[in-house]
C-alpha cells in the first residue's frame, strides 16, 4: 500500500512538473513575441471576385482594430499605404457611379468621405505615397504615374503598349520597384524616376514575380514562385543593384508566403496559408535573419479570420519623417557653364544669388533649400548677377514659375568663369538698374538704349528704343521680367 502511495505520488510530481514546464513553455512564448508599437492597415474578402473586401486600422500600441469604410460610398477598398507621417492612407477601391477601381487619399480620424484622386472612368490601382508625401505613384491601366498632390498633375514613368504595375519608391524617392506583365512571364524591375529608363532585376523563368516593396536603401522585399514543380509564393529580398537575391529563412514549402512589408530591420509583416491559418491567408510577423515567425491573432484574436487577410503596411513611429519644407532644385546646363546660381523666392529675395553644387561626373547642379515651396518662382544664372541671367532659344529671359524635379537651362546671357581659370573675371561694373512701380506702371532707370519687358510665361509684352529712363504703359498685378541692352531685373506689381 505503501509502494502505490509513493507510486501515486510520484505520478502527481511529474504531472504538476509537466504542467510547470507547459506554463513556462507558454508563458515564454508569448514574452517572445516582438513588440510592435506603430499601426497596421490591412483588408480582408472572401475572394477578390466578390468584391466585398473590407479595410482594417490596427493600432498595437492600444490594441485597437477599428473598421474603416463603413460610410463611404466605396467599393472593395484594399492595398492601403500610409502616408511618411502616419496621419493619411492612400488606397484604391471601386468608384460606383464609374463602377472603375480609383485611387483615393483619407484622412485618418476624419469624418470627411476619402478623397477620390482618379478622373473619369480610368482603371487606377497600386498607391504609394512618396517618401517625403508630395506625390502618389500609381498604376492607370497598364502605365506607371507619378501625381503630384499639390497640383493633380502626372508625370508617367511607363511607356504605353506594355504592362507595369505595383510601384514602390526607394527610400530616397528617386527610382521606383514594381512588377511588368503578369502570371508567368511577369519580372521585377527598377525605374529611374528621373531618366525613366526601365531596367529588369529579376525574372524566375515561368514564374510569377511581384508585390515588391522596399526594405531599405540596398534592398526591397518581393514575391516569387518556389518553382515550376511547385508553384507557391515565397518572399525574398532582391537589392536595387540587382544582385542576386536570397530566400528569406522563414519561407517553407507547406503554403505560400507573400506580401512582405517592413515593420523595421528585422521584422516584416507578411499574408501566408501555412498549416494552422484560421482561414486561407492569415498575416503573421517574421524575422528576417532568424526565421521565426508570429501570427498576429496573438496581438489580437479579431485579426485573422475565415476570410483572406492580405495587404497590410505599417506606419512605424519611430521612423523619421523626411521634412516637408525643403525641396533640391537640380538644374542641366549647357557643357561650358563652370558655375550655376538660384535667385528668386526660394532664396529670400531676387537680389540674392546663391551658388548651386555641381554633380560629379555631369553637366548639372543642385541645391536643397529649406522652408522651399513648389508655387515659389526662381530662375538660374551662369553667375553672381544678372548679367548671366538663363535664357531661353530667343534670347529671352526663362524663369521658373514653379519647381520641377529637373530643369533645362538652354543658354545664358554671358557664362562667369571663376577665378584662377584662363577666361576673362567678371565684367565691369554696369551702373545699377533702378526698377520701381507707381499706379501698375514700371519705371526703368539706368544705363541703358534699350527696354524690353517680359511677363511669367516668357512673353515679351512691351518693348521701346530709349536712353536711360523707360516709363511702361499699366500692367496687370504679376511678376514681370526687365531686360535691357546691358542688364536685366525683375520687380513683383501688387
Given at each position: 500500500?505503501?509502494?502505490?502511495?509513493?507510486?501515486?505520488?510520484?505520478?502527481?510530481?511529474?504531472?504538476?512538473?509537466?504542467?510547470?514546464?507547459?506554463?513556462?513553455?507558454?508563458?515564454?512564448?508569448?514574452?517572445?513575441?516582438?513588440?510592435?508599437?506603430?499601426?497596421?492597415?490591412?483588408?480582408?474578402?472572401?475572394?477578390?471576385?466578390?468584391?466585398?473586401?473590407?479595410?482594417?486600422?490596427?493600432?498595437?500600441?492600444?490594441?485597437?482594430?477599428?473598421?474603416?469604410?463603413?460610410?463611404?460610398?466605396?467599393?472593395?477598398?484594399?492595398?492601403?499605404?500610409?502616408?511618411?507621417?502616419?496621419?493619411?492612407?492612400?488606397?484604391?477601391?471601386?468608384?460606383?457611379?464609374?463602377?472603375?477601381?480609383?485611387?483615393?487619399?483619407?484622412?485618418?480620424?476624419?469624418?470627411?468621405?476619402?478623397?477620390?484622386?482618379?478622373?473619369?472612368?480610368?482603371?487606377?490601382?497600386?498607391?504609394?505615397?512618396?517618401?517625403?508625401?508630395?506625390?502618389?505613384?500609381?498604376?492607370?491601366?497598364?502605365?506607371?504615374?507619378?501625381?503630384?498632390?499639390?497640383?493633380?498633375?502626372?508625370?508617367?514613368?511607363?511607356p504605353e503598349g506594355a504592362s507595369y504595375s505595383m510601384p514602390y519608391y526607394s527610400p530616397d524617392g528617386a527610382k521606383l520597384v514594381c512588377s511588368k506583365d503578369g502570371g508567368q512571364n511577369s519580372s521585377i524591375c527598377l525605374i529611374d524616376i528621373q531618366t525613366k529608363a526601365i531596367k529588369v532585376l529579376y525574372d524566375?523563368?515561368?514564374?510569377?514575380?511581384?508585390?515588391?516593396?522596399?526594405?531599405?536603401?540596398?534592398?526591397?522585399?518581393?514575391?516569387?514562385?518556389?518553382?515550376?514543380?511547385?508553384?507557391?509564393?515565397?518572399?525574398?529580398?532582391?537589392?536595387?543593384?540587382?544582385?542576386?537575391?536570397?530566400?528569406?529563412?522563414?519561407?517553407?514549402?507547406?503554403?505560400?508566403?507573400?506580401?512582405?512589408?517592413?515593420?523595421?530591420?528585422?521584422?516584416?509583416?507578411?499574408?501566408?496559408?501555412?498549416?494552422?491559418?484560421?482561414?486561407?491567408?492569415?498575416?503573421?510577423?517574421?524575422?528576417?535573419?532568424?526565421?521565426?515567425?508570429?501570427?498576429?491573432?496573438?496581438?489580437?484574436?479579431?485579426?485573422?479570420?475565415?476570410r483572406e487577410d492580405l495587404g497590410a503596411a505599417y506606419h512605424n513611429p519611430e521612423t523619421p519623417v523626411t521634412p516637408s519644407n525643403s525641396l533640391t532644385y537640380t538644374v542641366q546646363v549647357p557643357s561650358k557653364t563652370k558655375v550655376v546660381y538660384i535667385v528668386g523666392n526660394p532664396t529670400d529675395g531676387w537680389g540674392n544669388f546663391v551658388e548651386m553644387q555641381r554633380v560629379p561626373g555631369e553637366n548639372k547642379f543642385t541645391i536643397t533649400i529649406e522652408n522651399a515651396t513648389?508655387?515659389?518662382?526662381?530662375?538660374?544664372?551662369?553667375?553672381?548677377?544678372?548679367?548671366?541671367?538663363?535664357?531661353?532659344?530667343?534670347?529671352?529671359?526663362?524663369?521658373?514659375?514653379?519647381?520641377?524635379?529637373?530643369?533645362?537651362?538652354?543658354?545664358?546671357?554671358?557664362?562667369?568663369?571663376?577665378?584662377?581659370?584662363?577666361?576673362?573675371?567678371?565684367?565691369?561694373?554696369?551702373?545699377?538698374?533702378?526698377?520701381?512701380?507707381?499706379?501698375?506702371?514700371?519705371?526703368?532707370?539706368?544705363?541703358?538704349?534699350?527696354?524690353?519687358?517680359?511677363?511669367?510665361?516668357?512673353?515679351?509684352?512691351?518693348?521701346?528704343?530709349?536712353?536711360?529712363?523707360?516709363?511702361?504703359?499699366?500692367?496687370?498685378?504679376?511678376?514681370?521680367?526687365?531686360?535691357?541692352?546691358?542688364?536685366?531685373?525683375?520687380?513683383?506689381?501688387?
Open positions: 500500500m505503501k509502494t502505490l502511495k509513493i507510486f501515486i505520488g510520484l505520478i502527481l510530481c511529474f504531472t504538476a512538473v509537466e504542467a510547470s514546464i507547459a506554463s513556462v513553455s507558454s508563458t515564454e512564448s508569448v514574452a517572445a513575441l516582438p513588440v510592435l508599437k506603430g499601426k497596421m492597415v490591412y483588408h480582408n474578402y472572401t475572394s477578390y471576385d466578390a468584391r466585398d473586401s473590407r479595410l482594417y486600422l490596427f493600432d498595437f500600441a492600444s490594441n485597437q482594430l477599428i473598421r474603416l469604410g463603413d460610410s463611404w460610398n466605396i467599393t472593395h477598398p484594399m492595398n492601403a499605404h500610409f502616408s511618411p507621417d502616419g496621419k493619411q492612407i492612400t488606397f484604391m477601391g471601386i468608384n460606383p457611379p464609374t463602377d472603375s477601381w480609383s485611387i483615393y487619399l483619407y484622412e485618418l480620424g476624419s469624418s470627411q468621405a476619402p478623397v477620390r484622386l482618379s478622373t473619369g472612368n480610368s482603371r487606377d490601382e497600386d498607391p504609394k505615397f512618396s517618401p517625403d508625401g508630395k506625390k502618389i505613384v500609381f498604376k492607370r491601366n497598364e502605365r506607371i504615374g507619378e501625381m503630384t498632390l499639390a497640383t493633380g498633375s502626372i508625370n508617367w514613368l511607363t524566375k523563368p515561368d514564374l510569377q514575380d511581384y508585390y515588391p516593396v522596399a526594405a531599405d536603401g540596398n534592398s526591397f522585399y518581393y514575391t516569387a514562385g518556389f518553382s515550376a514543380s511547385n508553384r507557391i509564393d515565397q518572399i525574398y529580398r532582391g537589392y536595387w543593384n540587382g544582385q542576386n537575391g536570397a530566400s528569406l529563412p522563414f519561407n517553407r514549402t507547406d503554403g505560400d508566403y507573400s506580401d512582405a512589408y517592413p515593420v523595421n530591420d528585422r521584422l516584416v509583416i507578411l499574408s501566408s496559408t501555412r498549416p494552422g491559418s484560421a482561414g486561407g491567408y492569415d498575416l503573421y510577423v517574421a524575422d528576417v535573419e532568424t526565421g521565426e515567425i508570429y501570427s498576429l491573432a496573438n496581438y489580437s484574436d479579431e485579426i485573422n479570420t475565415s513648389k508655387n515659389m518662382e526662381y530662375e538660374y544664372c551662369a553667375g553672381p548677377g544678372w548679367e548671366y541671367e538663363e535664357i531661353d532659344a530667343r534670347g529671352r529671359p526663362q524663369p521658373h514659375p514653379q519647381w520641377t524635379a529637373l530643369d533645362i537651362a538652354v543658354d545664358f546671357m554671358a557664362y562667369y568663369e571663376p577665378a584662377g581659370t584662363d577666361s576673362k573675371p567678371y565684367p565691369e561694373p554696369i551702373p545699377e538698374l533702378i526698377i520701381t512701380c507707381r499706379n501698375n506702371m514700371i519705371t526703368v532707370t539706368g544705363e541703358f538704349k534699350e527696354v524690353s519687358i517680359y511677363d511669367i510665361s516668357g512673353q515679351r509684352i512691351q518693348y521701346e528704343k530709349v536712353t536711360n529712363r523707360f516709363t511702361s504703359k499699366r500692367v496687370n498685378p504679376g511678376l514681370y521680367f526687365i531686360k535691357t541692352d546691358k542688364q536685366s531685373g525683375k520687380i513683383v506689381v501688387r
